[in-house]
């Protein structure tokens, strides 16, 4: 079983490092690394007849790091913790209108769609990152593991494509491009971000606790509203 998990991550490890080649040369939103590394990982574990659950511990393993990343990003907040803090204002005004927009316009679209109440309640959470959409999403009554799976989808999609959309809006400014590559694609968006520019990268990984912290308040609040 050891030697299955190190094959997986090993697996894992070098498909990413082969999709982050291919993006510097390729540059699309069909290359991004996380989106295509992870249409790779599924297909070759497909192939290789390997199960979800013989694939986990390697999840796990590799979930860990998460922990080290995110405290790394602290790096590129602090070098560029002057410039934040001279658009602060602007900056928390966008917070906060990207956080009701995004659920607002999650609910109303799954109501508009006739989807299911839960599937309304669980989607409205799909922004902020993982841990803290498990514990929003079962004070308003969603599924967690349906949370989960939105969350990654959406982190997945906005790293995708979000830098594209912000660009056809002809919205280049960094600071902007950060916070709302951040405010709607938590962690997997920022690794995004990050590559287009330190600042961006900062910005977004403020954006990050700040609209976890933001949807954790309003959320509860807004929802029967809507």
């Not at 590394?37 to 390997?50: F, K, M, N, S």
């Amino acid at each position: 079983m050891a030697g299955l998990t190190l094959f997986n991550i090993s697996l894992t490890i070098l498909i990413y490092i082969g999709a982050r080649g291919l993006y510097r040369n390729i540059t699309s939103p069909f290359t991004t690394p996380v989106l295509l590394a992870t249409i790779i990982v599924i297909i070759v574990l497909r192939a290789a007849d390997i199960t979800y659950v013989e694939y986990t511990p390697a999840k796990e393993s590799l979930t860990y790091l998460l922990g080290p990343a995110t405290v790394a990003l602290a790096v590129p907040m602090y070098k560029n913790r002057l410039v934040i803090k001279e658009k602060g204002l602007q900056v928390l005004s966008g917070l906060m209108l990207g956080c009701f927009a995004t659920i607002a316009s999650a609910i109303w679209i799954s109501k508009l769609l006739n989807f299911s109440e839960i599937i309304q309640r669980t989607s409205a959470v799909k922004a902020v990152t993982t841990p803290v959409a498990i514990e929003i999403v079962t004070i308003i009554g969603g599924d967690p593991s349906l949370a989960a799976v939105l969350v990654i989808t959406a982190g997945i999609f906005g790293a995708a494509f979000g830098s594209l959309l912000l660009t056809l809006f002809k919205i280049h400014d960094p600071i902007s491009r950060g916070l709302g590559i951040g405010t709607v694609s938590h962690g997997i968006g920022t690794s995004q971000a990050a590559a287009e520019g330190t600042l961006q990268g900062a910005v977004s990984s403020v954006a990050i606790g700040a609209a976890a912290i933001l949807t954790s308040i309003i959320l509860p609040i807004i929802y029967n509203l809507l």
